[in-house]
């Protein structure tokens, strides 16, 4: 349960790499922008901080597909990284590429950092142009506040 540690990497127009490592291993979720892959794992994150005891997240890899399942056991969580070969199969169908348990605060802080240093990257302008969509800046706000435990919202993230 230490050492974690998540990139976002834009590769080329519409197209990213989100590798993800620990202690024990290293894995990598490519990811298409033809879905809303980065919000809805912000969201993911920031649901559990606040208390969700399992959410989850989809990268679509066209046709793979990415799913994160996170399950919240007190201050840690179980984290799955399943790359299944279709959107249409079941999560029994995927194969593990990574798991780890780790602390919450350890994820939001990787999460967090993940996505600062693509802004700091890229810029508003440069993740645009390269990512094909907005930077998810609400998401990563409602993180960042859900992990601080500051002006918390009482109901989650939709």
């Known amino acids: 349960m230490t050492g974690m540690s998540i990139t976002w990497t834009l590769r080329h127009h519409g197209w990213a790499v989100c590798a993800v490592s620990d202690s024990n291993a290293r894995a990598e979720a490519v990811v ?3 879905t809303g892959g980065p919000e809805a794992f912000l969201t993911a994150v920031a649901n ?20 994160w399942i996170f399950k919240r056991h007190g201050t840690n969580v179980d984290i799955r990284l399943l790359e299944v070969p279709s959107t249409k199969l079941s999560d029994e169908v995927g194969a593990t590429a990574w798991a780890s348990q780790q ?4 994820l939001a802080r990787a999460v967090v950092r993940a996505f600062d240093a693509v802004a700091e990257e890229h810029g508003e302008g440069g993740y645009r142009a390269t990512w094909g969509r ?3 800046h609400i998401e990563l706000a409602a993180l960042r506040t859900a992990w601080r435990g500051t002006g918390r919202p009482q109901a989650r993230f939709e």
């Open 32 to 34: 298409s922008y033809v």
């Open 103 to 106: 602390p919450i605060d350890a």
């Open 134 to 136: 907005p930077f998810p």
């Open 48 to 67: 559990l901080v606040l208390g969700a005891p399992e959410t989850r997240a989809e990268f679509e890899a066209e046709p793979t597909v990415y799913r």
